[in-house]
């Protein structure tokens, strides 16, 4: 069983930076064996994969439209998964959820198992 959480989340202005944190408690599994995801959901709007990083922390993976912009990292040792945020744009409005999962480089939402219950980025022009 795994029970994430999210934090980080708030109102900032375009181009402003943000960093959303997700800590993770896990039993009967260690946190380093699960891969982990960030998505987000804006109004009106399916869920969208955002960023994904491997068990141990080496690789990770983003959608196109945050490539230079977003940074995942991960601590294993905290036991947290970060989403640093730079140069926010309107776009980027949305609830944000952190995800883990089995598989590396899932962007499908159905591939992960679990799921936190999301914090607001709210970008203001």
């Known amino acids: 069983q795994v029970q994430l959480e999210e934090s980080g989340g708030g109102l900032v202005q375009v181009g402003d930076s943000l960093r959303l944190s997700c800590a993770c408690a896990a039993s009967g599994r260690t946190f380093s064996s699960y891969a982990m995801g960030w998505f987000r959901q804006a109004p009106g709007k399916e869920r969208e994969f955002v960023a994904a990083?491997?068990?141990?922390?080496?690789?990770?993976d983003y959608v196109d439209s945050v490539k230079g912009r977003f940074t995942i990292s991960r601590d294993n040792m905290k036991n947290t998964v970060y989403l640093q945020m730079n140069s926010l744009k309107p776009e980027d409005a949305a609830v944000y959820y952190c995800?883990?999962?089995?598989?590396?480089?899932?962007?499908?939402?159905?591939?992960?198992?679990?799921w936190g219950r999301g914090t607001q980025v709210t970008v203001s022009s």
């Open positions: 995800a883990a999962g089995s598989l590396w480089r899932a962007t499908l939402g159905s591939e992960y198992d679990y």
């Open positions: 990083i491997k068990w141990s922390g080496g690789s990770t």
